[in-house]
């Protein structure tokens, strides 16, 4: 028989409190002054009462067996062990036959009276009422210890973030359910403990099932099961469950991912510490630098912003140098123990797999529901041969996992539902992205500024309906993000050894033959072709080739009609033009022509920006017509079969030339035994550097590794960073030019000794006591006798030979 209202009370040792709790309950329903929902007259309600034992030790069990006895509305439910309060409310919950379902507490926290304006709540429409201790109205008539009552409300705050978003109290224990609703969600649940509230609001709000928040008059009652290590509990159980969600073709799609990345490092892997990447030039070095760095200030609790392990004296302004706090500081357990050159291809290839991951949420979010479109679309995004180019050693420019993130949240402001969460949400995103690459986040704003413009201009009604929401999202987000960086900012712009500019000379831009030509690394690719159209192999911004180009044309055409696909194209042609440069010359001739980028030359922040690299906002532009592509040739019912197979022929045909070959990987030079044995500690003295002949700079950067492999045991001058030179503090790459340091690199670079007059000594003596040196240092390499010459007649002595390198103790007089 049916009955209009269910009360599920579930109950865990409450031997002290349950009967008066039932008592209570009883009495009120037998009052009679709570009416079946219409009623008039006095209809007294049809109601049962559900006490679910959940495997007591105590009397409970014994409690609710003689009401069940005294009162055939309650019904007892007994489980054999405890099992947790999701595990009881199930239970209870599947058994109920009431239109109305109240699931509440042992211990009555919530008055039973209270249940009145849940009622009303349901009569007005909505599918399940929650009482709420936050809401305004709520009345707390006994409140918790404060430390209880701020390590549950900072719980609380985290599970309403992570998991149910606008629901201020998800762990109330007062709830009433429309009947037929509660069973279903309750027979879909999974989890036993106490995150089953969350869960089934989840579930509520997933079907679209209106659930109104109601305040309640609430009391803390001695005794009480919930402890604050609980809502950590909470977090746990909702993390396995949203595992648990995930669907095994997602999970296949992410391990295709993973398993691409592999082998695109393949060559390192086989032994991370003993292979280089020669195509990285020295940027592999100066990468692992950072990562030990970092995580020796994190050590040693040191200012992760500044150093002088490097260019000693005067220090590397940290922050200015993208060493990407955000990768470098959580990656520092694996770098103490692994050391960090596992520490950074680890990072480099789970954060290029993670990067794909996270193009492909977006996608499947945003743009198509197949998940094959989806996938391929996500592969060109973050495999793309700009992002193999960079994947050498520039993890700032492919571990972009947040940018994907960035664009969903700004595609939620526009979406007008949760203005200040998202707000804050996109600050706390921004804030971290910064932490990771501000170049990138720059890059990113501008293809988004590009897309929107192409967009709001094809719909203007779209424009205005969310021009509002998006700008006072953007204004919350900006004043979330200011306080969190404005620091790091400041040291970065004003600190010690900070730069106004870096100069990257008048020719950085892209040809427009890179754009529909092969990177090197790209199955169809050549060393030749793709050098002579890229200033080095990390910096082959473009190189989509034409086959790519092509079929992005016949996309779009195609597709004109949608305006997603015409702000794409107009995104992709946009940076591709930007990507040109101040200027540029149009292929097989001699005629020069202005470029776009001239405009933003020499703005602020754009001045710093290599423009070939604004040619990577294609990279997601173009794997998003081609998911939009494939989708539509994948599920439209309007394709035959032969047309369906010529459409994904084209699209292999045309990816198939830029599929990434694995990088190239050679064995590395190993640092010499004076630096790996650490006899070098016989030679320094407190405070003292080391230093390598010739200095290291952006040309020569061995010695950061032999500082590494040493455990950054000694300081350098010189070194490969961005730092200030001249009364302008224009950035240059390494360390500013001294007279010493100007003539071994131009030694090393001709491999002839030039004639030492006294004046080169005078200037060598002052250049080493600025450097407070210790010890000179000469490895075997080419010109090495001509450097060695150089040094003997510098210091005017010989050097010894010491454990595989020439050294100059100058403890011993220079």
């Known amino acids: 028989m049916s009955v209009d209202l269910t009360v599920v009370v579930p109950a ?9 709790t039932l008592a209570a309950i009883r009495a009120y329903l037998e009052d009679g002054t709570h009416l079946v929902d219409g009623a008039e007259g006095g209809d007294r309600t049809r109601w049962e009462l559900i006490v679910v034992d959940d495997g007591s030790t105590d009397a409970t069990l014994d409690i609710a067996a003689d009401a069940e006895a ?12 405890n099992r947790g309060k999701g595990h009881a409310l199930r239970l209870g919950v599947l058994a109920s036959r009431g239109e109305r379902v109240l699931i509440t507490d042992a211990d009555l926290a919530t008055p039973i009276e209270e249940l009145e304006c849940l009622d009303k709540a349901l009569t007005d429409g909505h599918a399940a009422a929650i009482g709420s201790r936050a809401g305004a109205g709520a009345t707390i008539e006994a409140h918790q210890h404060r430390l209880r009552e701020l390590l549950g409300r900072t719980g609380n705050f985290l599970i309403r973030t992570v998991a149910v978003p606008g629901v201020r109290d998800t ?39 209106p659930v109104a ?25 909702l993390t396995s469950l949203k595992a648990r969600a995930v669907r095994p073709r997602d999970l296949l ?15 390192r892997w086989v032994a991370p510490g003993a292979r280089y990447l020669p195509d990285s030039l020295q940027d592999q070095n100066q990468w692992e630098w950072f990562f030990a760095v970092t995580a020796d200030n994190v050590r040693h609790f040191q200012n992760p912003l500044f150093t002088t392990l490097q260019n000693h004296p005067d220090g590397v302004n940290l922050m200015a140098n993208t060493v990407m706090l955000g990768l470098s500081v959580p990656f520092a357990p694996v770098t103490w123990l692994l050391g960090p050159a596992v520490a950074l291809n680890a990072a480099m290839t789970l954060g290029l797999a993670v990067t794909a991951v996270a193009w492909y949420w977006l996608i499947r979010r945003r743009l198509v529901r197949h998940r094959g479109a989806a996938a391929v679309g996500a592969a060109l995004a973050a495999f793309a041969p700009p992002m193999i180019s960079h994947a050498h050693a520039h993890p700032n420019f492919m571990v972009l996992f947040m940018i994907p993130l960035i664009i969903d949240r700004a595609l939620r402001l526009c979406e007008g539902t949760r203005v200040v969460r998202d707000g804050v949400v996109l600050g706390l995103f921004t804030t971290y992205q910064i932490f990771l690459g501000e170049e990138p986040l720059l890059l990113a704003a501008v293809g988004m500024l590009l897309f929107a413009a192409a967009y709001g201009i094809v719909r203007r009604d779209v424009a205005r309906e969310t021009f509002r929401p998006l700008a006072r999202g953007l204004a919350v987000a900006v004043a979330v993000t200011v306080p969190l960086v404005a620091f790091p ?13 870096v100069l990257h000379g008048d020719n950085a831009g892209n040809s427009p033959l ?20 890229s200033q080095n192999p990390t910096e082959q911004n473009a190189f989509y080739g034409w086959p790519l180009v092509a079929l992005a044309f016949a996309i779009v055409v195609r597709l004109w009609e949608r305006a997603v696909v015409k702000a794409l194209a107009c995104t992709v042609l946009a940076a591709a033009f930007l990507s040109l440069g101040p200027k540029f010359r149009i292929p097989l001739t001699d005629v020069v022509l202005p470029g776009p980028w001239a405009l933003l030359a020499h703005a602020p922040l754009f001045e710093s920006v290599i423009e070939s690299r604004v040619a990577m906002v294609c990279a997601p532009a173009l794997g998003m017509l081609v998911a939009l592509a494939l989708a539509g040739l994948l599920t439209s019912a309007r394709h035959v079969t032969a047309t369906r197979y010529a459409g994904v022929a084209a699209v292999a045909l045309a990816l198939l030339p830029i599929v990434p070959a694995p990088l190239k990987a050679v064995e590395r030079a190993r640092p010499p035994e004076f630096i790996a044995d650490g006899t070098w500690r016989n030679y320094l003295g407190e405070g003292e550097t080391l230093v390598p002949i010739p200095l290291p700079d952006p040309a020569g950067a061995e010695a950061l590794h032999w500082q590494t492999t040493a455990d950054l045991g000694f300081r350098l001058p010189g070194g490969y960073f961005n730092g200030p030179w001249g009364p302008d503090r224009v950035g240059i790459y390494g360390a500013p030019p001294r007279n010493t340091s100007n003539l071994l690199r131009d030694v090393r670079s001709a491999g002839r000794a030039p004639q030492i007059t006294e004046a080169w000594r005078r200037a060598a003596r002052e250049d080493l006591a600025y450097w407070n040196a210790g010890v000179l240092v000469l490895a075997p390499q080419p010109h090495d006798a001509a450097l060695r010459e150089t040094v003997e007649e510098l210091l005017d002595r010989p050097g010894k030979w010491v454990d595989g390198v020439w050294i100059w103790d100058l403890h011993k007089g220079s």
């Open 213 to 237: 928040e109601v305040p309640v008059r609430w009391a803390h009652q001695e005794g009480s099961k919930v402890r604050p290590f609980d809502y950590v509990k909470v977090l746990a159980e």
């Open 171 to 209: 762990q109330c224990g007062f709830k009433l359910f429309d009947g037929d609703r509660a069973r279903e969600a309750f027979a879909a649940s999974r989890l036993r403990g106490w995150g089953i509230d969350v869960e089934i609001l989840q579930y509520f709000r997933r079907f679209g099932w």
């Open 489 to 501: 900012l400041y040291w970065q712009f004003f600190g010690p050894q900070s730069y106004t500019s």
């Open 70 to 81: 005294a009162d055939p509305r309650v019904r007892l439910i007994h489980s054999d062990r």
């Open 12 to 20: 865990y040792n409450e031997e002290r409190r349950l009967a008066p």
């Open 514 to 533: 890179a754009l529909i030509s092969f990177a090197e690394r790209s199955l169809a690719g050549t060393e030749e072709t793709a050098a002579a159209l």
């Open 253 to 267: 799609v992410a391990a295709l991912f993973l398993a691409m990345a592999v082998t695109l490092y393949s060559g």
